[in-house]
């Protein structure tokens, strides 16, 4: 099956700070979401990004799936961007969703 | 919009016993439903697909008698753990995507099972 890494696995940041987080996959999807995933577990739609650029707020995304890769950026970072920051997949024609394997961010005053 | 509830949030149960989890769809009408599993500092792991009226479908390597599925309607899905064992503690999220044509997953706050 696909496989969807995420680099880095752990981030640790000032406060103010910006960052890019990166999600490579194996094959060829056919849509992409990026998630947050709070301390309490609760996962947080950031993003449904097949292609191209979307932008809210202090976040933004760019998924170029020809090249098999997305980017998540955070400018600004505050302390409640802390957790787990996920991509997943969407693959074999259906809506069934692979996770990649996770960036751990913490944000410090 | 597009909010997911679980019940109940955590559950402590003895081992041999069977615990069932609530998944529902607050605001939107949940074609197909998704039940996955996480260890502790790991990802997502998909266990099983359910569309309503239908059975479900299991990843491979679940245990299909074990982890019981019921998608009874277009806003509740079950998942019932039967004969729990202590490697069966884990945190078991629920997702919810609408339209067919439109496959965005929408999750549930988790479910964190502790058997003793």
């Known amino acids: 099956g696909i496989q969807v890494e995420q680099s880095p696995p752990d981030l640790i940041l000032q406060e103010g700070a910006n960052s890019t987080l990166r999600c490579n996959f194996s094959d060829s999807v056919n849509n992409l979401q990026w998630f947050h995933q709070n301390p309490w577990g609760q996962l947080i739609n950031l993003f449904y990004i097949p292609s191209g650029t979307k932008q809210n707020g202090r976040l933004s995304a760019t998924t170029v799936a020809t090249e098999r890769y997305s980017l998540l950026y955070i400018s600004s970072s505050q302390t409640t961007d802390s957790g787990v920051y996920f991509c997943a997949a969407f693959t074999g024609g259906g809506n069934k969703l692979t996770f990649g394997t996770g960036t751990q961010l913490k944000v410090e005053l | 919009g597009a909010v997911v509830s679980q019940h109940p949030s955590w559950v402590i149960c003895k081992s041999g016993t069977s615990v069932k989890i609530e998944c529902r769809s607050l605001?939107?009408?949940?074609?197909?439903m998704f039940w996955y599993r996480q260890f502790p500092k790991q990802s997502l792991m998909l266990m099983a697909t359910?569309?309503?009226?239908?059975?479900?479908?299991?990843e491979q390597g679940v245990e299909k008698d074990k982890f019981l599925i019921n998608h009874a309607s277009l806003t509740l899905s079950t998942l019932t753990v039967t004969s729990a064992h202590p490697e069966d503690s884990s945190f078991y999220i629920c997702?919810?995507?609408?339209?067919?044509?439109?496959?965005?997953?929408?999750f549930g706050p988790g479910t964190r099972l502790t058997v003793t």
């Open positions: 605001d939107f009408q949940a074609t197909t």
């Open positions: 997702s919810a995507s609408g339209t067919s044509d439109y496959y965005e997953q929408y």
């Open positions: 359910s569309n309503e009226g239908s059975k479900a479908t299991y």
